[in-house]
């Protein structure tokens, strides 16, 4: 049990991942979540202000089925396949972090200064999430694709257009990481 | 019904980013500071064998369970939309800490703010079909 209780290494979740994206090609489909962005925007109407969600959602529902699943995944796991939520970091992270102005680093799989009810609930902490969403849904859609689909399968399938995306997530996640969260706690 | 076996396949993907902590904040922010090896092996390793699943199924090795053979929507072409969205995903991704697959299994870890990043994320695609007219591809 220890085995599945205990945080799964990389060495398992990586070739799980593979497996994953295996499932949904013998199945006929593919591997790639942020698409699923565009089908809830044409299921909540966004096709009566913007020409492009007329498209119909429902040759989609097998991919909202799989996020309904991811949504399954994260509760199930979190009721019954784990005993603590703390994360094992590196202490140079730790020390990072609270540098910076994030206290308690680890504790929690989330931090609470972008995390907890209370932050959300105040004009500064709303405006990161919502703006962290905007940046990764504008950013996907733009892109094509997001870990998902260019990172694993776009990668996978050895497309040019997806090791250049996935430069571009990592440029922007460095200048976000090194020089921009630095200044907002 | 034939679609519960995507809902299944959800839950195992749901169950290994949560046990892998890939939906943990703390580890994007690792990652990006290079101060661990646990993300970089988990996209490693995954498109290494990736690599060899997609070579069976192009080779026909490996059919669907249709029989079929898989056909690949290849990613659309252009250096500023893969660059310049990737750019922007990046930004989100580093600090938000989720990109859309985590986001959902936290909404089912419980986690209520990530419905506000779920909601930024829906505006964001919606905004990008709705000014991309207006973008360099």
């Known amino acids: 049990m220890d085995i599945i209780l205990n945080p799964w290494p990389w060495y398992v979740a990586g070739p799980l991942i593979a497996f994953t994206m295996f499932l949904l090609f013998y199945f006929g489909k593919y591997f790639g979540v942020s698409s699923n962005l565009e089908n809830i925007c044409a299921l909540g109407g966004a096709g009566k202000f913007v020409d492009f969600f007329k498209f119909d959602w429902r040759k989609n529902t097998w991919n909202l089925m799989f996020i309904l699943g991811i949504i399954l995944g994260g509760f199930i796991t979190n009721e019954w396949l784990i005993t603590s939520d703390t994360v094992i970091l590196s202490p140079q992270t730790i020390t990072d972090l609270s540098a910076i102005g994030i206290q308690n680093a680890g504790h929690n799989f989330l931090p609470s200064e972008i995390f907890s009810t209370e932050s959300m609930l105040t004009l500064k902490g709303f405006a990161l999430l919502i703006g962290a969403g905007f940046l990764v849904g504008f950013g996907s859609r733009y892109a094509g694709g997001c870990t998902s689909g260019h990172g694993i399968m776009g990668m996978s399938n050895l497309e040019t257009p997806s090791f250049i995306a996935v430069g571009g997530f990592f440029i922007g996640g460095l200048i976000m990481t090194w020089f921009i969260l630095p200044h907002i706690f | ?137």
Request: glycine share 14%; proline share 3%; aromatic share 12%.
């Open chain 2, 1 to 137: 019904m034939k679609n519960i076996k995507f809902l299944l396949v959800g839950v195992l993907f749901g169950i290994i980013l949560s046990k892998a902590e890939i939906i943990s904040w703390f580890r994007i922010y690792e990652m990006f500071k290079f101060q661990s090896f646990h993300m970089y092996g988990i996209i490693g390793s995954a498109v290494v064998i990736g690599i060899g699943l997609m070579f069976l199924f192009k080779t026909k090795k490996i059919k669907t369970i249709q029989g079929e053979a898989i056909e690949v929507i290849a990613k659309k072409k252009g250096v500023s939309r893969n660059l310049l969205g990737g750019i922007i995903f990046g930004l989100g991704w580093a600090l938000g800490g989720a990109c859309p697959g985590p986001m959902f299994a936290l909404v089912g870890k419980g986690i209520l703010p990530i419905l506000v990043v779920l909601l930024g994320a829906l505006l964001g695609a919606f905004t990008y079909h709705a000014v991309k007219q207006k973008l360099p591809h």
